[in-house]
C-alpha cells in the first residue's frame, strides 16, 4: 500500500515564512511542521540561508530606490532626451544636475572629502577619527 506525501509545496512554506497565510492555513502548516521533521528542515534551511522571500525581495528594491532615487532619476531623465527629442538639451541638462546630485549626496563622497580635509590640514586627531567612524585600520 502506498502512502500519500500530505507535506506542503514549496511556495506554501514560502508564504508561511513571508506571514502570507491567513490563521487557518498559518495554523494547519504549524500542526504539519510539529510532525514532519523533513518539511522543517526545508523551513530552517530557506530561513538560515537568508533565501530571499517575496517581501524582502520587494523591500529590498524599496531600499534600493531610496537609497539611489537621484541615479534613477538621472537615469529617466536620459533615457527621456532620447523618447522626447524636441527637449533633448533640457533632459541632458536635468541629467547632469541629478547625476552630480547623486555624487553628493553619497555617504562615500563625504567621507572622502573628510579624509582629504583632515589629511590637508594634518589634523591627525581629526584624521583618526574619522578612521575610527568607518572601521579602518591605519
Known amino acids: 500500500m502506498r502512502t500519500i506525501n ?23 502548516i504549524e500542526k504539519h511542521l510539529a510532525g514532519c521533521p523533513e518539511c522543517l528542515e526545508n523551513l530552517v534551511i530557506a530561513k538560515e540561508t537568508d533565501m530571499p522571500t517575496k517581501k524582502g525581495l520587494w523591500n529590498g528594491l524599496i531600499e534600493f530606490a531610496k537609497k ?4 534613477l532619476a538621472s537615469g529617466l531623465s536620459f ?6 527629442p524636441r527637449y ?17 549626496d553619497s555617504r562615500a563622497t563625504k567621507t572622502l572629502i573628510m579624509i582629504h580635509n583632515a589629511w590637508k590640514e594634518r589634523d591627525n586627531k581629526g584624521l583618526h577619527r574619522i578612521m575610527d567612524r568607518i572601521d579602518i585600520k591605519k
Open 79 to 84: 533615457g527621456l532626451s532620447f523618447a522626447l
Open 6 to 28: 500530505r507535506c506542503p509545496d514549496e511556495l506554501r512554506l514560502l508564504a508561511y515564512l513571508d506571514g502570507d497565510l491567513g490563521d487557518g492555513p498559518r495554523v494547519e
Open 88 to 104: 533633448f538639451l533640457q533632459f541632458l541638462t536635468a541629467t547632469v544636475i541629478l547625476s552630480l546630485k547623486w555624487i553628493f
Open 68 to 71: 539611489n532615487r537621484w541615479l
